[in-house]
């Protein structure tokens, strides 16, 4: 009873004192990761949205100058020099064509259009009113702006840019109530430039645009410029949008059935921020079918007024798919960690509730009669003392118990004294109930010492504090804590050697991964009296590999050999080609010390280690990358004669033939 009870109340005490501060760490762990990767997700975010203000900058600059330098052209300012439109057309086609144009129009100097390239037969009405137009005629220099044309003003270029333009708006949940059905109008990048006569005289004005209304040029260059086409999970990361107002004009954002989904609406919130109060968004935004952490920034006209939207987003899924991992990586080390504390509280358990134990079975055979009892356990600490005291009074119980038997037998042959004899012996029976009642109560204490033992014990990780370096006690209790620091230790080793990742494979030659560790390790300090030699074969072919990995295993290997030469010696690298095998071998030779015989075969077990500070996990991690590549690895070594770490790596289709440059 005392034996279980000391037990169970250890092995509560210290899983408690483990897994609250576990789940905790844990908590917080998590907290401090969401907050760091939403951070880190908006500030990617707001990188591409600078990205795709920048694009859309570009994407101006250029059409403004090719408009410029094609209204220097002679055939233009010579045709409205002469108020001849007959040669002009067929050039003004070329134009339009070769620019990717929709509209391409000259004006005479009073803003009057002279020639429309869409629609030739219509001229002759005025666009000085044009904020555009005007800029170009009265300060004689290029511009360019972002414009909503009417539908009048788009059908008398042409009427398939009228119907381009034309959307029925598809009703959007989270959208303000607007009544609007439909969009007629059309959202144009517009440039315009003055045309001057060789000396200097204003002649009109040369003016092009591109209509953005269904057209997924733009937004298709934003995102493979910026989020470069990446996929998760076979979707697209990144997407990009423009707004008319609220409405998607263009996008590639997708319908649940592919769809681009334009003629839909952004939500109410991000319509008032960006459009009516002028100011950007950001934030985590549902945008049709999916969450992302998104940005808006509104798009003005040349007058500055906010006609329309630039997005950009950025899904959230590999974000939170991050963060669950991390959950996971926490709750996994809380179990492990607890599993260890409370594997050493059982041990510890057992080790101080054993004599307590044998102290209570001694005492009920005392108390029976049996005095020749002895509770055999040595120990520095209190326990041991406690026992120690058990046995001297137990000692002590016998030889007065024995002294009363002799008195019992000498007692017929002192007639003489018999009465003062009787009353002795009757004091000496009075002193041996007492004795037995001593032996008794010792059975008592036995049992109550389980309540300030417990309290004592699970103090133990705060005596150390207390104990002074010269106390007997002091080594135990900094074993209890050297113990707990080396089991965290091994904790964190524990977490590299599980991010076990799937190899990324792709052509990879092993010369050159040789060549990047030496370059990495080679100025070290620890390698400094280390002679690297290399004996690599110049026509190895390339393996399909993670490269990565197979830095990680060369570069464990390089350590372990620089760890057994601290003295200094020769570090080999080895590669050649077995084509009967179709592997490609690499070894790795030190002229250290070697490894004894009796632990070669635990070499590359988890947590072996010989060094006070390792971990053991180097080599066994070595192991798993070798294995997943369908590889081997093994150890060559005799002591005194150096080590030699070989491992083989299939050389898979394609890279038997496949070449790379060679270190």
Not at 591 to 617: N, Q
Request: with cysteine; net charge neutral.
């Amino acid at each position: 009873m005392i034996q279980t009870s000391i037990r169970a109340r250890l092995i509560s005490s210290f899983t408690a004192a483990i897994l609250v501060p576990s789940l905790i760490s844990a908590a917080v762990g998590v907290w401090m990761i969401d907050r760091q990767i939403t951070s880190q997700a908006q500030s990617h975010v707001n990188a591409d949205l600078q990205g795709a203000n920048e694009i859309c900058r570009n994407y101006l600059e250029r059409l403004e100058n090719a408009i410029r330098i094609h209204a220097t052209r002679m055939i233009i300012y010579g045709a409205l020099g002469r108020k001849d439109r007959g040669p002009l057309e067929p050039e003004m086609h070329n134009i339009l064509q070769a620019e990717r144009l929709d509209i391409l129009t000259v004006t005479d100097a009073d803003g009057t259009v002279f020639h429309r390239t869409r629609n030739p037969s219509l001229y002759g009405d005025r666009l000085a009113e044009d904020e555009l137009i005007h800029r170009a005629l009265r300060y004689k220099i290029p511009v360019s702006d972002i414009a909503i044309l009417p539908q009048a003003e788009l059908a008398k270029e042409s009427a398939e840019l009228a119907s381009q333009a034309h959307m029925e708006i598809t009703p959007t949940p989270m959208a303000s109530r607007s009544g609007k059905t439909r969009e007629t109008s059309g959202m144009m990048f517009r440039a315009a430039a003055p045309v001057l006569s060789p000396d200097g005289r204003l002649q009109g004005v040369l003016y092009g645009a591109v209509l953005i209304n269904r057209n997924y040029e733009i937004v298709d260059k934003i995102r493979k410029v910026v989020f470069r086409e990446v996929l998760y999970k076979g979707r697209e990361v990144g997407t990009v949008t423009i707004f008319q107002d609220d409405v998607r004009i263009a996008t590639n954002v997708l319908n649940a059935d592919g769809t681009r989904a334009i003629t839909t609406r952004a939500s109410a919130e991000v319509a008032d921020e960006v459009l009516r109060r002028g100011h950007t968004w950001r934030g985590r935004a549902f945008v049709v079918n999916d969450w992302y952490i998104a940005a808006y920034t509104p798009m003005k006209d040349i007058k500055d007024r906010t006609i329309g939207m630039l997005y950009v987003g950025t899904l959230e899924r590999p974000y939170t798919d991050s963060l669950w991992r991390s959950l996971f990586i926490f709750l996994g080390m809380t179990v492990l960690g607890v599993a260890i504390v409370t594997w050493v509280a059982i041990v510890l358990a057992h080790r101080i509730s054993l004599p307590i134990h044998a102290m209570a079975e001694a005492a009920g055979k005392v108390a029976e009669g049996d005095y020749a009892q002895r509770v055999d356990y040595s120990s520095p600490d209190e326990i041991g003392h406690l026992v120690e005291r058990f046995n001297r009074m137990i000692q002590e119980l016998a030889r007065t118990t024995q002294e009363l038997m002799d008195w019992a037998a000498n007692l017929e042959s002192k007639v003489e004294d018999r009465t003062s004899q009787v009353k002795a012996m009757q004091n000496q029976l009075l002193q041996a109930e007492k004795l037995a009642a001593i032996g008794k109560l010792a059975a008592g204490v036995a049992h109550e010492i389980n309540n300030p033992l417990t309290g004592i014990l699970t103090s133990g990780s705060l005596m150390l504090e207390d104990v002074p370096p010269d106390d007997p006690r002091h080594e135990e209790l900094k074993i209890i804590v050297d113990e707990t620091m080396r089991c965290r230790k091994i904790v964190k080793g524990l977490l590299d050697f599980a991010r076990q990742t799937k190899p990324q494979k792709q052509a990879v030659s092993l010369n050159q991964v040789i060549a990047d560790v030496v370059n990495l390790v080679g100025k070290q300090a620890a390698f400094r009296d280390i002679d690297i030699q290399m004996d690599l074969a110049a026509d190895l072919p390339a393996v399909m590999a993670d490269q990565d990995q197979m830095r990680q295993v060369v570069l464990n290997a390089v350590l372990n050999a620089a760890e057994a030469m601290h003295q200094g010696g020769e570090l080999r690298f080895t590669s050649r080609h077995d084509s009967a095998g179709k592997t490609v071998e690499v070894s790795i030779a030190d002229t250290g010390p070697g490894v004894p015989d009796d632990i070669k075969d635990k070499i590359f077990d988890p947590f072996f280690t010989t060094k006070k500070t390792g971990t053991g996990l180097g080599l066994a991690i070595a192991y798993g990358i070798v294995d997943r590549h369908g590889g081997t690895i093994s150890i060559r070594s005799r002591p005194g004669h150096g080590t030699t770490v070989v491992f083989r790596i299939p050389v898979e289709a394609g890279g038997e033939n496949e070449q790379l440059p060679q270190a």
